[in-house]
């Protein structure tokens, strides 16, 4: 391997679960290529799901309704850091519970706090084992599946490499269950939103989560400099392969980092309080001259909220193109909109400046 690195695997539902229950043969061996990796001078943050799975081997309640999954998830998250405890002392190494729930992470703080205990962890050669804190996660407020989780934990820990483990060989041009042609998809960046689009209906190609979420945690991780890989879970060795430089599955290279790390926490943790609508004119100057948002350039505001709090920027197509933080609050930008800075003063008897989205508080997301 070459220098030091820190890597974040993925492992789903699917790969660490049978019907029974945990699936003990798998969580030992993906334990041994953990291991492996982290003899050979990596740090390696896992991100497992399979709590809710457990919980409903012991509970054998149906449904998936938000109680029933805070239910199942609590039951079924000890026995999973349990066996993984085992599993990895065998080799020596300390395992950590790391819960996180999106509302955690969509503040700033709460997110450089995530990242003081991950690090933490790290530098004492514990092994985080991360997952969606299922139990307090809410129906507004939660990951879902674990490959958005992922991506920003390898955000978060600086990680240089992310692999999300499925249960077929990569990301397929179809579902290769149903399309014995489908074919494999070496260079994940050839996923375009149009091409996503066409795939829809073939979700099942990447395992629980979907298609599209792996390809938007991957693509959001890759823009922050990291390099992503969807890869089989059962290949022999498909971890310290991977790691070594081995070509396997789908592989989104990693493009160069530009963006500050405020900038990345507005763009993959923040979670908006509203939504902006903009003129053509503006969306142009935002993506392409680099510009503050103005009031003038504002066609309609939606949510409820306050100066300081994220928004989403949306063009005339109502696709949303960019991110920030806002100056004014929504009862105030409506009374602004589309009128000239140097009215606001008069129009709301206060001012807090020119711009609804200063340039230094926006980020333009990744489909921008
Ligand atoms: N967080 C949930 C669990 O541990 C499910 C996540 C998933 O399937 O990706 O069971």
Not at 162 to 186: F, Q, S, V
Not at 235 to 254: M, N
Not at 255 to 277: D, F, I, K
Not at 302 to 309: S, T, Y
Request: one cysteine or more; aromatic letters at 4%; proline letters at 4%.
């Amino acid at each position: 391997m070459p220098d030091r690195k820190r890597i974040v695997v993925k492992c789903g539902t699917q790969l660490l679960t049978t019907p029974a229950g945990l699936n003990e043969g798998y969580i030992e061996q993906i334990a041994a290529q953990i291991s492996s990796l982290i003899r050979d001078g990596a740090e390696v943050v896992l991100v497992s799901s399979g709590a809710v799975a457990a919980g409903r081997a012991r509970l054998h309640l149906r449904g998936n309704q938000l109680t029933t999954r805070q239910v199942l998830a609590a039951v079924g998250q000890a026995p999973l850091i349990a066996r993984y405890g085992t599993v990895f002392a065998a080799h020596d190494i300390t395992v950590a519970q790391t819960l996180m729930s999106r509302a955690d992470l969509t503040t700033r703080d709460g997110f450089l706090n995530a990242r003081n205990a991950l690090t933490g962890l790290l530098d004492q050669g514990v092994l985080p084992i991360a997952n969606e804190n299922d139990v307090v996660a809410t129906e507004e407020l939660r990951f879902g599946d674990n490959d958005p989780l992922s991506a920003l934990i390898a955000q978060l820990v600086d990680a240089d490499l992310l692999i999300l483990l499925t249960g077929t060989d990569g990301l397929y041009t179809g579902d290769p269950r149903r399309h014995p042609d489908a074919e494999l998809i070496r260079d994940g960046h050839v996923m375009t939103d149009e091409v996503l689009a066409s795939a829809a209906g073939a979700a099942g190609a990447g395992g629980s989560g979907g298609v599209r979420s792996k390809v938007e945690a991957a693509r959001s991780a890759s823009f922050d400099g990291i390099e992503v890989v969807v890869a089989g879970g059962n290949l022999p060795d498909v971890l310290p392969r991977i790691a070594a430089g081995e070509r396997l599955g789908t592989r989104f290279a990693p493009r160069q980092v530009t963006r500050t790390s405020r900038a990345r926490w507005l763009s993959s943790a923040a979670t908006e309080r509203g939504t902006l609508r903009v003129d053509g004119g503006a969306k142009q100057a935002l993506t392409d001259a680099g510009r503050s948002l103005l009031p003038a350039g504002i066609c309609a505001v939606d949510g409820d909220f306050i100066r300081g709090d994220v928004v989403a920027v949306a063009g005339p197509d109502e696709r949303v193109f960019a991110r920030g933080l806002v100056n004014y609050a929504s009862h105030d930008l409506v009374r602004i909109l589309g009128r000239p800075s140097h009215l606001i003063a008069s129009i709301l008897d206060y001012e807090h400046g020119a711009e609804a989205v200063h340039r230094n508080n926006l980020v333009l997301l990744d489909s921008a």
